[in-house]
């Protein structure tokens, strides 16, 4: 009896180990992509769209849930609609985007909430692709202020 109990506890847990390392984990499975900030990699864990009166900006963002270090970097384009594919050149301010320019901002909190802006200085490309209307972004790396560089290969979920 003690031999029979016993291996149904082993089945048990067998075929709860298989159907856990078989189970879809929807956190990793959507690749955001991932940016870097002054040489440290962050992989995107979310990301968001938002339209305001004549911008719309793309926030990509990195959250670290065992040290809550959060790290982002946004694109900020002129126009309510999905900016179309093609080359867009960095600029240094948001305000008075044109069509094929692009205002790039990086943040990086520290687990001990200390927190560090970095933002464009004008100089750069960044190559945008729309895939199901999904915005694809990707910026070689690039000098922002703060002694700061970004780089990004980054997609919406």
């Known amino acids: 009896m003690k031999s029979t109990i016993r291996n149904l506890s082993l089945l048990l847990v067998s075929c709860l180990f298989i159907y856990g390392s078989c189970s879809k984990d929807d956190a990793n499975s959507n690749t955001g992509g991932s940016f870097f900030i002054n040489g440290t ?19 990509f963002t990195s959250l670290n849930s065992s040290t809550f270090a959060n790290s982002s970097v946004n694109f900020y384009f002129a126009g309510t609609s999905i900016p179309a594919a093609g080359t867009y ?10 069509a094929n320019q692009v205002y790039v901002m990086a ?16 100089t750069g490309t960044v190559q945008v692709s729309v895939n199901g209307g999904k915005v694809n972004i990707s910026m070689g790396n690039t000098s922002m202020t ?10 919406e979920k």
């Open 41 to 59: 990699s962050h992989d995107v864990t979310s990301t968001t769209r938002t339209t305001s009166t004549n911008l719309i900006w793309f926030n």
């Open 146 to 155: 703060n002694s700061g560089t970004v780089s990004a290969s980054v997609n």
């Open 89 to 98: 050149n960095i600029t240094s301010s948001s305000v008075g985007l044109a």
């Open 107 to 122: 943040t990086s909190t520290t687990s001990s909430s200390v927190t560090t802006e970095y933002d464009a200085t004008g």
